[in-house]
Structure formats: structure tokens, C-alpha cells
């Protein structure tokens, strides 16, 4: 190639550019926005076309227009389509005989146990916006922060402490997040059930010395329903919980009747402008029952510890706020059922109901004791239930696989780090409450 004609187009090279640029700009402003999402789906060049293309809009059925006088000529008799002549029209086939596999349920108002008044319902799944301040507005409850101090001492004295309890304990730790899989590392869902498990097993070794342990068992699985009025709405708790510990002896009430008369005094915290039923499931199809989930023979009645788990449910991940509204919700509903079972249609109790509840994600855990002292519920005034809450409190600060490094240098060792002892004692001592 001749210098001169290199030289050439060199020259040329930017002014070209700008043609094919300007041409585009031109055809982007003719046709518009179409061109523009063709340009935008072109320029993700990671993602499939499939991601990219828009969404074809959803087709309107065509209505029919049904003329008095004039029937449509159909291909119903030939039994197969023609062209030009409109698709016949066929009743509703219905079986002469019940097939589960293809039932169909009647419209809600059709059906027996339809209400005017709706019935809000809490569930195992639901994610309550204001978490524990909603629940305690729902249940008519005075928050008290910390445990009580009767129930910490149960796990100071020496006598109710197991042998070798922090070595115990961190070994139950080290199974949990170690030794209990073939993997790398375990899964949240595994590590936390199986340390849950590990620590109670540990905690029934004190049998010997408290026989009272020997007096309880553990349930799954079973479904609780607890209905009550608040205000002029219903509400009921609905569904499956966590692990729980039943006892053939009631728990002792924790405050007693001077305390529990003082929380007429208190004053409910509301959260205008958010409504109290947020979140909540509203239905009219309902039932008002309050059942415990279990026989009325049953040989353990009382509900002592609900256990709960932060990622049992993989379909549904609740924030630490709303999993602490699930525990309170479950802990009151049972022991509700509890008191209307005892004392029927009574208000305010003789003698209060408690129950108690820990939750875990295998490291932080929460603890609540709930005291049910009026069944009363509709107003805001008068005696109030009362609840004591431990919240994220941590058993340990790590357990690695392997160490994390940073800039050469360790920063986590691996193993277990950090353990925390007064953790363990207060889940011991919520376990030995009613025992000693």
C-alpha cells in the first residue's frame, strides 16, 4: 500500500466513526424505545437472551357475543375441528363417584364453617412487622427485660451444676459444628438442631440428683390452636411449632400476686399508624377452638419449654425480631389453651400459667419466660400478662474449620473461640426450673 493512500485513511478512520454513530442516533430516534431495549438487551453479554427479552404481554380471552335467534354453527356433531366453523361449547362434566385427586372446593361463602367477621390468624410462617411490640400489644403483656433472678441462681449452686460442665459443654459444641458431618462444614439447619439436642442430653444426666427431670418428655410435630378476642377483632395462633417439653407438674408462677397486681398500672405501647393486624393471615373460614394438640388423657399436660430453631423452616427466614414474636406468640398461645383447659372461662387467673421458650441458630440463642395472668384480653386496662426476655445472647464468638487469615496474619484460629459459660447456665437453669 502507498504511503499517500495509508495517510488517507488514517485520515478518514474518525470521520467515518462519526458517520456510523450519527447513523445510529438517527435510527435510535426514529424507532424509539423498541430500539432502544434491542440496544440494552444486546449489551449484557453474560446473560441469555431469555433473560433479557421482554415478557410477552398476557392474551385477553375474546368474548363471546351470544345473539337471541341465531345459534353459531359448530363442528360438535363431526367430532373434529373444521376450519370456518366456531368450537362448540360443552357443560361442566362432572363424576358420579369422589375423586380426591380432582376435588374441587366450593367457593368460601358456600362452605359450613363461613363467617361474616373475619378471624386473623398467626402462624408458624408469619413475619409480624413490628415483632415482640406487636405481640405484646396482641396479648395484652408487660415486657421485663432479662430473666428472672430466681431462676438464675438454680444454676449457681454447685450441686445443680453437671461435672466437668465447660468442658462437657464444649465438646457437645465441637460435635455440633466438627465431628457431626463427612462435609467440610455443616449446614446452619444440622449444626443448630444437633447442638440443641446435645445440650439437653446433657442436661438430663442430672436426673439422679432431680428426679423431677424424669417427669417430663419431648414432643414434635403436634398443632396447636388458640383463639381470643382483642379489642373486636378475633384472632387465633394456628399450626406447628418447634420442639417442646411437656411436664406432668405445672411450672411455678415466677411473680407473685403484689407484682402481678402493680401490672395494672402499666400502659400498653402502641405503634400507630401501623395497624396491630399486619402481617397477619385474614380469613373467613374458621373455627374457634383452643386446643392443646394433644388427648385430654394425656399424661403430661403442662407445657414447660418450647425449643425453637432459627432456620428449621428453609422456605421460610424470619429476622431475629420476628423470630422472637414467633416464640412469644407459640409460648402464649400454649399457655392460653393451658389456662382455658384449667379454669375454663375464668378472667383473671388463681393461679397463673407459665410457660418458657429457647431459641437458637446454633450460636446466639434467646430466652423468654411467659406468665399468663388474665384471659381477659378485649381491653387495655386491668391485670396484664407478663413476659421476661434474654435477647442474642452468644454461647461463642467462632468455630472454624479452618482459620481465617488476612494479610498473613491469623485472626481467627481454628476451632472453638471465645465460649461463653453463663450462656449454658442460663439454658440449665430455664431446664431445672421446676425441678429443684
Known amino acids: 500500500m502507498l504511503p499517500e493512500t495509508a495517510q488517507c485513511l488514517k485520515t478518514a478512520a474518525p470521520l467515518f466513526s462519526q458517520t456510523v454513530f450519527l ?47 341465531l345459534e353459531m354453527v359448530t363442528y360438535g356433531e363431526r367430532m373434529h375441528y373444521v376450519p370456518g366453523l366456531s368450537k362448540p361449547v360443552h357443560p361442566q362434566w362432572e363424576r358420579d363417584y369422589k375423586d380426591p385427586r380432582h376435588y374441587r372446593s366450593p367457593p368460601a361463602h358456600e362452605m359450613p364453617l363461613y363467617k361474616e367477621k373475619p378471624c386473623y390468624v398467626y402462624n408458624q410462617r408469619t413475619s409480624a412487622l413490628e415483632g415482640v411490640r406487636q405481640a405484646l400489644w396482641l396479648t395484652k403483656t408487660k415486657l421485663i427485660c432479662g430473666l428472672p433472678p430466681q431462676l438464675l441462681s438454680l444454676a449457681e449452686s454447685p450441686a445443680n451444676q453437671i461435672p466437668d460442665q465447660d468442658e462437657r459443654v464444649q465438646n457437645a459444641i465441637k460435635h455440633a459444628r466438627f465431628w457431626d458431618t463427612t462435609e467440610e462444614r455443616p449446614g446452619k439447619e444440622k449444626y443448630s438442631n444437633t447442638l440443641l439436642l446435645n445440650l439437653l442430653h446433657l442436661c438430663a444426666t442430672l436426673q439422679s440428683s432431680h428426679p423431677a427431670i424424669g417427669r417430663r418428655i419431648l414432643a414434635e410435630k403436634y398443632s396447636l390452636a388458640a383463639t381470643w378476642k ?171 474449620v479452618r482459620p481465617l487469615i488476612k494479610k498473613k496474619q491469623v485472626k481467627v484460629p481454628a476451632g472453638l473461640a471465645g465460649y461463653k459459660p453463663e450462656t449454658f447456665s442460663k439454658f440449665l437453669a430455664l431446664y431445672l426450673h421446676g425441678a429443684v
Open 230 to 400: 382483642r379489642g373486636e377483632d378475633l384472632f387465633q395462633i394456628r399450626g406447628q411449632n418447634g420442639l417442646l417439653q411437656n411436664c406432668m407438674d405445672p411450672l411455678p408462677e415466677v411473680s407473685g400476686k403484689q407484682e402481678v397486681g402493680d401490672t395494672a398500672d402499666h400502659v400498653l405501647e402502641t405503634f400507630y399508624p401501623v395497624s396491630p393486624t399486619i402481617d397477619l393471615q385474614k380469613v373467613n373460614v374458621y373455627k374457634e377452638m383452643n386446643c392443646s394438640g394433644f388427648r385430654g388423657d394425656y399424661p403430661y399436660p403442662h407445657a414447660h419449654t418450647l425449643y425453637f430453631l432459627e432456620g428449621a423452616d428453609p422456605r421460610c427466614k424470619l429476622r431475629p425480631e420476628q423470630f422472637r414474636a414467633k416464640m412469644f406468640m407459640f409460648t402464649f398461645g400454649n399457655a392460653l389453651v393451658r389456662a382455658h383447659n384449667l379454669y375454663g372461662p375464668q378472667r383473671v387467673l388463681d393461679r397463673p400459667v407459665t410457660v418458657q421458650a429457647v431459641g437458637t441458630n446454633g450460636r446466639i440463642f434467646q430466652f423468654m419466660v411467659f406468665q399468663l395472668n388474665t384471659t381477659d384480653l378485649s381491653g387495655d386496662d386491668g391485670i396484664k400478662n407478663q413476659v421476661w426476655l434474654d435477647e442474642d445472647v452468644e454461647l461463642y464468638d467462632f468455630a472454624k
Open 23 to 69: 447513523k445510529d442516533l438517527r435510527r435510535l430516534s426514529t424507532h424509539g424505545g423498541a430500539m432502544a431495549s434491542h440496544l440494552q438487551a444486546r449489551r449484557h453479554f453474560a446473560v441469555s437472551r431469555c433473560l433479557t427479552a421482554k415478557v410477552p404481554p398476557e392474551r385477553k380471552p375474546r368474548e363471546r357475543v351470544e345473539i337471541p335467534g
